[in-house]
């Protein structure tokens, strides 16, 4: 944890960003006492949130999943969207998850992205937050992460001692950019799929993690986006999440762009970001009201 306590950033309202050299976010462990699931005690076997203070807060958040084929966390799908929406007064937590490159397979990044969930909506006092405008965003692996989300949420077990494990897990909305939807072979990336199944996945095991088919009518309001020349991360899966979406009448956006390589992030300004913001007024994100 860095040095800078929750509310003495609340006192520096005289400074507008993160992006100020002597402002730092503060990183939380998503579990104080054991990991479970741990294989160690190294730093990437301790998953973490790193919170990130929008300088006028209007009460919304999102947890982010950055990208990486579940091997890896790009950092311009995490603290860049993070800073970004900051100016949008959405107060941001980028989860460091754990994964396969390190010997992790699912469900502990499901266990992972669920505590954060929790963890934000427990704390949504003490971060002046409404519980109930928290969403989960997610790019590539990073989206197939958020959209397990969407469909494998709970509504927390009463009886857990934990009082965090008591939170629901559901997310208010969800937010996937040129998100890896599928495990299904012709669909998904394989790459990911490897990391987060391992080489010789039960059928059954495939299924549940093919998103689309998991889609029912509690699924959280979803925004997407994608490319159709993305040679990485096909565009048919954001189509199939958005028909199953649709087939199961959840409110959800979609923005398809001809050109632009996989992994564009912000992009300068991309027009998906424009879009985005539309869908969030629309949902009324930004306002409880």
Known sequence: MTGLTVSSLLVCGAIASYSA???KPEVFSLWEDEVPGTLGTDD???PTLTFYKSSQPNGSAMVICPGGGYGGLAGHEGKDYALW???HGVSCFVLKYRLGSKGYRHPVMLWDVSRAMRWTRAHADRFGIDPHRIGVMGSSAGG??????????DEGDPDNCDPIERVSSRPDLGVLCYAVISMKDGLTHQGSKRNLLGDDPEEELVISLSNELQVTAGTPPTFLWSTVEDPVVKVENSMAFATALRKHEVPFAMSLYEKGRHGLGLAGGHPWTQDLLRFFEEREFFSSQ
Not at 144 to 150: D, V
Request: aromatic share 10%.
């Open 21 to 23: 050299e002597n402002m």
């Open 44 to 46: 990437w076997d301790n």
């Open 85 to 87: 929406l900051n100016e």
């Open 144 to 153: 197939h992460l958020a959209s397990t989300l969407l469909t494998h949420y």
